[in-house]
């Protein structure tokens, strides 16, 4: 099967952020591939798998980068596919860098950006998009959605019948 998305990173110590976005892709069922191309280490890599995408089926690219956080603008430049950059929280700056270098890409060059290690919205942004198109996507998005408020339902229900303390205890 094609991959419908590409989950790239600038490094595999970004993977324990990353692997949101496949765990959600996961759940709802649509295919992806993940790898490691670098902006810095392997900028013809970058230029390469951002060119190629496309002809693979890949429709839509995550890219998550840390520190200067080049990979997702590097990426966005050499496709037309939209690009999520995914900023990784970084021991120096908390990521602040990341996100920074991320959103602040020059006019032409557009990266959708979510928030530092924000990978799982990541992956329910590209499941959106690709729902533009299909009407099965944006259905399961949609039940997706539903069964979320459901729970926040459920659990004020809950918290209102029980004083704080015993909801407290009930759900640690």
Request: overall charge negative.
């Given at each position: 099967m094609q991959p419908k998305v590409g989950i790239i990173m600038g490094s595999d110590s970004d993977l324990p952020v990353m692997q949101e976005a496949a765990k959600v892709l996961d759940d709802f069922d649509l295919s992806y591939e993940l790898t490691v191309v670098s902006a810095h280490r392997t900028p013809d890599r970058v230029k390469e798998y951002?060119?190629?995408?496309?002809?693979k089926g890949v429709k839509v690219i995550i890219a998550g980068a840390g520190g200067a956080a080049h990979l997702p603008g590097m990426t966005a430049s050499h496709t037309s596919l939209p690009v999520?950059?995914?900023?990784?929280?970084?021991s120096k700056l908390s990521g602040l860098d990341s996100l920074y270098s991320i959103v602040q890409m020059p006019g032409g060059v557009p990266v959708a950006t979510v928030g530092i290690n924000g990978a799982?919205?990541?992956?329910?942004?590209?499941?959106?998009?690709?729902?533009?198109?299909?009407?099965?996507?944006?259905?399961d998005f949609?039940?997706?959605?539903?069964?979320?408020?459901?729970?926040?339902?459920?659990?004020?229900?809950?918290?209102?019948?029980?004083?704080?303390?015993e909801y407290l205890n009930e759900n640690s």
């Open positions: 951002a060119e190629e995408a496309a002809d999520i950059g995914v900023p990784i929280k970084t799982e919205n990541a992956g329910l942004l590209a499941i959106q998009m690709l729902g533009i198109a299909n009407e099965d996507i944006r259905a949609k039940a997706y959605k539903e069964k979320m408020a459901n729970e926040v339902k459920e659990t004020s229900v809950k918290l209102e019948e029980l004083d704080y303390e």
